[in-house]
Each structure stands twice: as structure tokens, then as C-alpha cells.
T-cell receptor
Framework: AQTVTQSQPEMSVQEAETVTLSCTYD???????LFWYKQPPSRQMILVIR??????QNATENRFSVNFQKAAKSFSLKISDSQLGDAAMYFC?????????????FGEGTQLTVNP | GAVVSQHPSRVICKSGTSVKIECRSL??????MFWYRQFPKQSLMLMAT?????????EQGVEKDKFLINHASLTLSTLTVTSAHPEDSSFYIC???????????FGSGTRLTVV
């Protein structure tokens, strides 16, 4: 079974600084998707970034980028120029590359605090 | 695109009554939807997979008679908490996907309080 581990329950960063959130996963599959979701105090789950395992290039979305290390099964999220609105719970998630109906496997989450 | 609407956002009910939560995919069809439960400061716990036109698949430990799921159309799944008790108080979230490679879109969640 696939597992996703986020070893940092809490992280903090100063506004405008950079922070990296860690995520490791375990799978026997060779093709899959990885995601980072953000859950602010409103509790709405928001997709931050996604990575397709067969793509070697790391995904980027504006201030958000990932460091995808397939061999190490590591998928960290880097947030640059942190803003107060980035404060949220961040979840790493794994999805097998199957037909529709595949389930997401979530990590435990990392609570990010942004200090002004 | 890929909007999922969930209602109600908050509901308070008396112990012993039933509550229905709706999850709609507004701009796409979803043959599969997922229902999660989330406790404060914890991750999402998958309760069941809702399949259009067939029975839902429940995760181990989830009481199917307490948490009734109906997926009668390609855009609507409902979760009914039957004979609710205070321990059922929680945050419930649904999700669906337009296409698996885009990940899943989540509803805004329902905070259920049973008094």
C-alpha cells in the first residue's frame, strides 16, 4: 500500500522569506501523480501544485515549486517570498496513474505559520 | 473549471435525527466522488467512495448503515448521517475529479454539530 509521510507537523517562516516543506512517499508503482494541497483556516482544500512522476522537470507555479526526487521518493514544496496568505495546513498527496476512481493518499499535514 | 459545490456548510442537529449533505460537480460529470471526514489539525480520512449508479465502497471501520451514500446522477452524491450522535460531530468533505491527471477538486466542507 502507498504511504505518504510529512515529518514536519509545524513550520514557520518570516514574511518574504523562503520555506521548504518535506514529503516522502512509498510506492511500488512507476507512474503516478503527486500533489500539494493547501487548507487555510476556511478549511477549503486548494490545489497548489502537481507533478507527474514520468516528468523529470520539477513543477513550478509562480512562487511555489517542488523538488521531485523519484529515486529517493521525495517531493518537497518550496514557497518563495512567503506571504501572510500562505499560512495554512499543507498536505502532500499521492495518486496512482489509473483510470478514474483512484483514491488520493494524504500525508499527515504540515501547519505553516507566516510571521510578519 | 472543475468546481465542486457542497451544502450545507454548517449544520446543527439534535441527537437521533438524520442529516443529508450534498456534493455537486457543477461543470463536469463525476462517475466517482469521495467522502472524507476530518478532525481538527488532522489529515483527511477517507470514509467511502461514491460510484454513480452503484453501491458505495466503504473504508474499513466506517458504518455503512450510519453513513448512507447515494450517487444517483453524474453530478450529485449525497451523504446522510443517520441517527446522529455527538460523536458524529466533525468536518465532512467531498471531492471529485474531472480527469485523474488533474487531481481532485474538493467541496468547501460541512461542519456537523450534533447536540
Amino acid at each position: 500500500a502507498q504511504t505518504v509521510t510529512q515529518s514536519q507537523p509545524e513550520m514557520s517562516v518570516q514574511e518574504a522569506e523562503t520555506v521548504t516543506l518535506s514529503c516522502t512517499y512509498d510506492t511500488s508503482e512507476s507512474d503516478y501523480y503527486l500533489f500539494w494541497y493547501k487548507q487555510p483556516p476556511s478549511r477549503q482544500m486548494i490545489l497548489v501544485i502537481r507533478q507527474e512522476a514520468y516528468k523529470q522537470q520539477n513543477a513550478t507555479e509562480n512562487r511555489f515549486s517542488v523538488n521531485f526526487q523519484k529515486a529517493a521518493k521525495s517531493f518537497s514544496l518550496k514557497i518563495s517570498d512567503s506571504q501572510l496568505g500562505d499560512a495554512a495546513m499543507y498536505f502532500c498527496a499521492y495518486l496512482p496513474r489509473e483510470t478514474s476512481g483512484s483514491r488520493l493518499t494524504f500525508g499527515e499535514g504540515t501547519q505553516l505559520t507566516v510571521n510578519p | 473549471g472543475a468546481v465542486v459545490s457542497q451544502h450545507p456548510s454548517r449544520v446543527i442537529c439534535k441527537s437521533g435525527t438524520s442529516v443529508k449533505i450534498e456534493c455537486r460537480s457543477l461543470d463536469f460529470q463525476a462517475t466517482t466522488m469521495f467522502w472524507y471526514r476530518q478532525f481538527p489539525k488532522q489529515s483527511l480520512m477517507l470514509m467511502a467512495t461514491s460510484n454513480e449508479g452503484s453501491k458505495a465502497t466503504y473504508e474499513q471501520g466506517v458504518e455503512k448503515d450510519k453513513f448512507l451514500i447515494n450517487h444517483a446522477s453524474l453530478t450529485l452524491s449525497t451523504l446522510t448521517v443517520t441517527s446522529a450522535h455527538p460523536e458524529d460531530s466533525s468536518f465532512y468533505i467531498c471531492s471529485a475529479s474531472r480527469a485523474v491527471n488533474y487531481g481532485y477538486t474538493f467541496g468547501s466542507g460541512t461542519r456537523l454539530t450534533v447536540v
